[in-house]
T-cell receptor
Framework: GAVVSQHPSRVICKSGTSVKIECRSL??????MFWYRQFPKKSLMLMAT?????????EQGVEKDKFLINHASLTLSTLTVTSAHPEDSSFYIC?????????????FGSGTQLSVL | SQQGEEDPQALSIQEGENATMNCSYK?????LQWYRQNSGRGLVHLIL?????REKHSGRLRVTLDTSKKSSSLLITASRAADTASYFC????????????FGTGTRLQVTL
């Protein structure tokens, strides 16, 4: 099946620093990837849609300058949390559409737990 | 918000028992999907049911969909300790997975 790799799995950083999270489709090409944020024991909230070769589409309320998304190749999307603050601490998950059929299903990375001190 | 509601929020059962989780949603959909998430991990796709389907099976999983009530249920039969996880329904009104809306989740605990 399709495999999506995400890393790092865990990162602890100081307030004010930037953190980059990578999401790779290992055995298929993904023109579109999705970035979600999840708070403890809560549901996933879509942050943005990452489009290969073009600008990402952000959901309402998500700061574009805060959460920079780059999708430079068909297998890699990155999310950079710029000038991170404690309120940015969260679990971030990426996903890509299944490469088969209609692409209705999502394959997820294993997530990144970000802790900002 | 178009987020679906799931109930119960938490469910604790013994191994061998069946587990039933329910999902209600608000808008018309193209399909509804169920995902599983182990603690601190990503989600894994379990099953997809289309709006014109009423029931679907996959191994020990049985999903029903009632579009008139805008609700779905996930039944896990003969549960195992390894089924312990959070289960999320996700609704897709576009059919392209571009706007999957996830429910609030049910945390299932299966004890020996």
């Amino acid at each position: 099946g399709a495999v999506v790799s995400q890393h790092p799995s865990r990162v602890i950083c100081k307030s004010g620093t930037s953190v980059k999270i990578e999401c790779r489709s290992l055995d298929f090409q993904a023109t579109t990837m999705f970035w979600y944020r999840q708070f403890p024991k809560k549901s996933l909230m879509l942050m943005a849609t990452s489009n290969e070769g073009s600008k990402a589409t952000y959901e309402q309320g998500v700061e574009k300058d805060k959460f920079l998304i780059n999708h430079a190749s068909l297998t890699l999307s990155t999310l950079t949390v710029t000038s991170a603050h404690p309120e940015d601490s969260s679990f971030y998950i990426c996903s890509a559409r299944s490469p088969d059929g209609l692409g209705e299903k999502l394959f997820f990375g294993s997530g990144t737990q970000l802790s900002v001190l | 918000s178009q987020q679906g509601e799931e109930d119960p929020q938490a469910l604790s059962i013994q191994e061998g028992e069946n587990a039933t989780m329910n999902c209600s949603y608000k808008t018309s959909i193209n399909n509804l999907q169920w995902y599983r998430q182990n603690s601190g991990r990503g989600l894994v796709h379990l099953i997809l049911i289309r709006s014109n389907e009423r029931e679907k099976h996959s191994g020990r999983l049985r999903v029903t969909l009632d579009t008139s009530k805008k609700s779905s249920s996930l039944l896990i039969t003969a549960s195992r300790a390894a089924d312990t996880a959070s289960y999320f329904c996700a609704t897709d009104y576009t059919g392209t997975a571009s706007k999957l809306t996830f429910g609030t989740g049910t945390r299932l605990q299966v004890t020996l």
